[in-house]
């Protein structure tokens, strides 16, 4: 698929970030995301993690069509579940903002191998702590896929670690 002319469609200057959420909503565009955002990792997974919140649109759908099971990172302060059930990462991301990510510490099982997907990767901080969290929960994490991920120094660490796909 020529992801440049949707990306085209997509640039938002005014606010200098890409407004992704037009195509979720041609369907055909959409299923041919969540195949090609599968396609390089060949069933070596049997979890996808998304983060909230682009991350669950793309994630649950990816784990659908690849039949395996979704697990939320959710933004803190959403899994109604006591601080000792639950793993926890604090990140200053894009935004300049704090953040917490927050994973239930039993939604893996030990062994789980995991692809983790979200809609971009800017400075990395939001899909670092997805995976160290996954790591802290005992899963190994199979690869990384997203529709866009910057390659600079902010996310170097990420691409030498893991294996990133980025569709743009
Ligand atoms: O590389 P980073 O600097 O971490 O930025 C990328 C992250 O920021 C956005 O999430 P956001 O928290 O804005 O939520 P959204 O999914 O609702 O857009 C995006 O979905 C990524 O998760």
Redesign the pocket.
């Known amino acids: 698929m020529d992801y440049a002319y949707y990306y085209e469609r997509m640039n938002t200057e005014a606010v200098g970030r890409y407004d992704v959420t037009p195509l979720f909503a041609d369907g055909d565009v959409f299923a041919n995301l969540v195949s090609d955002l599968l396609d390089p990792f060949a069933d070596d997974y049997t979890r996808v993690v998304g983060?909230?919140?682009?991350?669950f649109v793309l994630g649950g759908a990816a784990a659908c069509e690849a039949g395996v099971g979704f697990v939320p990172v959710r933004?803190g302060g959403k899994l109604p579940l006591r601080d000792d059930e639950m793993l926890r990462c604090e990140?200053t991301?894009?935004?300049g903002e704090g953040?917490t990510l927050e994973l239930a510490a039993g939604a893996l099982d030990g062994g789980d191998r995991v692809l983790v997907v979200?809609?971009?990767?800017?400075?990395?901080?939001?899909?670092r702590a997805a995976c160290d969290l996954v790591e802290s929960a005992d899963g190994e994490i199979a690869g990384i896929s997203v529709l866009r991920a910057h390659r600079d120094e902010r996310t170097r660490d990420l691409f030498e670690r893991y294996d990133v796909y980025s569709l743009g």
């Open positions: 983060i909230e919140a682009l991350g933004k990140v991301d894009y935004s953040k979200d809609d971009w990767v800017e400075t990395g901080a939001q899909m």
